[in-house]
């Protein structure tokens, strides 16, 4: 991969922030409002566990008390109101969000569907019924899944519809793949979480372009640009800023707030350590997937197969901490 220093005027006068904008869309990986404001990035993810963390927050109160005084008189009860006001709460922050950035917010379904194609279907055409019906166009909008074999589905048919899709909890090359060959718009390898992984089981640390969260995410952005998909890489979950100065050059890179704030106060040089012509010109097999191979390679990665599994419990558990905390305002 190419590592020339990025050619700008003065570049040891801009930011690692302002630097890395040169060559990789930045997007804040956060439900907070002023990150936003204060980092300006092009898009913005979110999922169930920062917008719980938002709803716990005085300063958001005002988005769940207005979804829940308009969904009053939506005639349902029980669950059904409950995942009815979830459903506008998800929203309303996206709505929000989309005030700020000029590109793409990412709103998640619901982790408890992530082996069920047709419920995955329903609610990401809910979700996105409740966009337009507020006058956003589906451009604007990633329908986040995570990158189960079913999610997968769910995402070429959404796909086809017009709907994009950002695979979320992805670890491992297989599911990439798996991913680009249903022509989804975005998929989100999670390097932190791939690093905590090998950190424990091998009981060392890992810095720079050894790290094996950053070797996946560079594996992936070879493959793609290797064999021209269209799907873009956003590489997400990060630990460290070196993490992130090692993938300069992705297509995009989702970033949390204190890595944000540490990436604009450092003046250190940034190099562009992902490049496409090198990843056209490299050395790449090819990976024939169907389901049955799939699902064996996916087993046969321990890593990708209990990170996969422990964040879709993750995320369930912080929708059902959502579903109780919406539960006690209606």
Known sequence: ??????????????????????????????????????FKPQDATTNPSLIFQATQKAEYAYIIDKVVADRKSSGLTGAAQVEDVIDNVLVAFGLEILKIVPGRVSTETDA?????????????????????????????????????????????????????????????????????????????????????????????????AEDPGVVSVTQIFTYYKHFGYKTEVMGASFRNTSQIVELAGSDLLTISPDL???????????????????????????????????????????????KTAEGIRKFAADIVKLEHFIAGKV
């Open 1 to 38: 991969m190419s590592t020339a220093t990025l050619e700008t005027p003065a570049a040891s006068q801009l930011s690692q922030l302002d630097q890395l904008k040169k060559v990789t869309k930045v997007v804040a990986d956060t439900g907070d409002f002023e990150t936003m404001r204060e």
């Open 112 to 208: 408890r569907l992530s082996f069920d194609v047709e419920g995955t279907l329903a609610k990401a055409r809910q979700l996105i019924g409740l966009y337009e019906k507020a006058g956003i166009s589906r451009d604007r909008i990633l329908i986040k899944i995570a990158s189960t074999w079913e999610g997968i589905r769910a995402a070429e048919v959404l796909q086809k519809e017009g709907i994009h899709c950002n695979l979320t909890l992805l670890f491992s090359l297989a599911q990439a793949v798996a991913c680009a060959e249903a022509k989804v718009q975005l998929i989100s390898p999670f390097v932190g979480r791939i690093y905590d992984w090998y950190k424990a089981a091998q009981k060392r640390d890992f810095t720079g």
């Open 260 to 306: 944000l704030a540490k990436l604009a106060a450092s003046n250190e040089p940034v190099t562009k350590k992902l490049d496409e012509a090198a990843a056209k010109a490299a050395k790449v097999d090819r990976l024939n997937l169907d389901e049955k191979t799939f699902r064996y390679l996916l087993n046969d990665d321990a890593m990708a197969t209990e």
